[in-house]
């Protein structure tokens, strides 16, 4: 009797010292994987919290351009002290719900920033790092230490991709040695090179060439095609699968390469596999009602069937690459560097899923028509 006494004291003296233990180890958080691609996902996973602790879960991220930007979700831990961002409820925050990539595309300038910012990567030779890290309690938490932190990398350009600049005021970014499917990147009207969807679509297996159009001192269409032919005969390319794709602006001269170069008529004359993506809520231009016209005018003529279309409800006119941040409005600077605050339109939640989905086809789209069969044009 006595021994099983001792036995029963003896093991709840062992329980009570492991419980201590274990609710002395600090709180960790883990991303997985913490350097990967910004249109890969990942898992956040907070560790040893008290069971039914409420927690922030942030990310911040210092941008090429030196404004902070930051996201953040209000959890509380299970009944193991574990708060796995991939499958648990945000209750608030700059989003909520189950989302596991909510604090990438809900990110906003932290408070006192500029208005009309816009969080853009300038430097491809970098990886975005994003900070995240688990504060206690809902309230304050940008006032205290956080419970534990990790540092993530996000990359637009993979290993192995090369940047090689072209005097022609262009960019090109691809693998070596290739021979790849190749793309030309057109962006809109605020001119420059933007170098970023380039990258990325060259991280997936595409010769891809950023253009400034704009600041060329030519005539645009001119200008595109050279840049359309410089690259379809580039030598890590296959001169027969290359492709275009068109932001905003950009996408007029998309179309008219579409068209195979013929200024007239231009729409009825397309000639290779067409995908529109167009945002429902675009207050910056009419693309719902464009990507309408489109399609009538090519069943019109009779060639339809080469029209893929995508419209996104309550999605604006900037569909980026995935979990970008959305932006509703920004500060816009012109050719000649006039500044002017644009309305892009678009809800965050809806406006994120449409970037998420529609990258998904595009780059399915472009396998389809660059890897598996000829001449195909975005």
């Known amino acids: 009797m006595w021994s099983k006494c001792r036995w029963s004291t003896v093991m709840f003296s062992f329980l009570h010292r492991r419980s201590s233990v274990m609710s002395q180890t600090p709180p960790i958080v883990s991303v ?9 996902k990942f898992k956040v996973l907070v560790e040893n919290l008290p069971p039914g602790r409420p927690v922030t879960v942030r990310s911040l991220h210092h941008s090429d351009n030196g404004h902070y930007w930051e996201a953040f979700g209000f959890y509380t831990s299970d009944h193991r002290g574990t708060v796995n961002v991939s499958k648990d409820q945000s209750v608030g925050g700059t989003y909520t719900g189950k989302e596991p990539m909510g604090l990438l595309w809900s990110m906003c300038p932290v408070p006192g920033s500029h208005k009309g910012l816009r969080l853009r990567k ?7 790092l994003v900070n995240i890290s688990v504060h206690s309690g809902h309230e304050g938490f940008r006032d205290g230490a956080p419970l534990a932190s990790v540092l993530v990398e996000r990359w637009y350009m993979a290993p192995g991709v090369k940047r090689i ?3 022609e005021k262009g960019l090109l970014y691809l693998f070596s040695p290739g021979p790849f499917p190749g793309i030309l990147d057109l962006w809109g009207g605020g001119g420059g090179l933007v170098e970023y969807r380039s990258a990325l679509l060259a991280s997936h297996g595409f010769a891809t060439m950023s253009l400034d159009y704009l600041s060329c001192g030519q005539p645009v269409f001119t200008y595109v095609e050279t840049a359309f032919n410089f690259i379809k005969d580039h030598p890590q390319v296959i001169a027969d699968r290359v492709g275009v794709v068109g932001l905003c602006l950009g996408s007029l001269p998309a179309l008219y390469l579409a068209a195979d170069s013929t200024v007239v008529k231009v729409v009825k004359q397309i000639t290779s596999p067409l995908l529109l993506v167009s945002g429902c809520d675009d207050q910056n231009w009419p693309s719902f009602e ?5 399609n009538q005018t090519m069943r019109a003529a009779g060639n339809d069937h080469l029209l893929s279309r995508l419209d996104y409800p309550d999605s604006g ?3 980026e690459p995935p979990f970008s941040p959305h932006f509703r409005a920004s500060t816009f600077v012109t050719t000649n560097k006039r500044k002017a605050m644009i309305l892009w339109g678009g ?9 998420e989905d529609s990258w998904r086809k595009i780059l399915s789209f472009l396998q389809q028509h660059l890897c598996c069969s000829l001449n195909a044009k975005l």
């Open 317 to 319: 006119h900037l569909i």
């Open 122 to 128: 300038l430097n491809m030779c970098s990886p975005m």
């Open 290 to 294: 464009t990507a309408e016209d489109i």
């Open 347 to 355: 809800k965050t939640k809806p406006h994120s899923d449409a970037q």
């Open 165 to 167: 600049d072209v005097q």
């Open 32 to 40: 997985l994987p913490t350097r990967g691609l910004v249109d890969e």
